[in-house]
């Protein structure tokens, strides 16, 4: 039923962010790398963090050493290419969902976080955390396209996945 429920989740997470790219596309550049009032201070750079933060998970949970490092990198400058390769990252996420089994649960993923600090932690709670974390920051995004002349685009889970 877990694994079910974090499949269910990378699909949500694929269909939220082409919502997201799509109406973020209607922006001029400048607009989406405009300074706002936001941790990773604008919408591009907000959307570069999402990257930073899937690939490193992604990477810890296919068994490799990822720091947390420079979270707030811009990743890539060109909108395009941050979406081709958001595209990308949204086939790999939901291609490893697709082969989550209990062997991998049954685990604990070690890894270092942002302070340099050494955590075990089972792979449940990680791969939570993954996905809230995707949608935290989408849920800022959400608030500075409320700041643009471009309505935001409804993400509610029972919304977006509803057959």
């Not at 499949?7 to 962010?17: G, H, P, S, V």
């Not at 490799?64 to 990743?75: E, F, G, R, Y």
């Not at 993954?130 to 889970?157: C, K, W, Y």
């Amino acid at each position: 039923m877990l694994i079910q429920h974090f499949q269910m989740l990378a699909n949500y997470n694929t269909i939220t962010n082409r919502k997201v790219y799509e109406v973020c596309s209607q922006l001029s550049d400048v607009e989406r790398k405009q300074i706002r009032q936001a941790f990773f201070k604008s919408i591009h750079g907000t959307l570069n963090h999402i990257m930073v933060g899937d690939r490193i998970w992604m990477g810890r949970f296919e068994g490799k050493q990822m720091p947390s490092t420079n979270l707030d990198a811009i990743l890539y400058e060109d909108f395009d290419e941050l979406r081709s390769v958001r595209v990308l990252e949204d086939e790999r996420i939901e291609a490893f969902m697709s082969k989550l089994n209990e062997d991998f649960l049954t685990k604990t993923i070690s890894y270092v976080n942002n302070q340099g600090k050494l955590h075990t932690d089972p792979p449940n709670l990680l791969l939570a955390h993954f996905f809230n974390h995707q949608t935290h920051h989408r849920g800022q995004i959400h608030d500075m396209l409320s700041q643009t002349e471009i309505a935001p685009p409804v993400l509610d889970m029972h919304r977006v996945i509803r057959p």
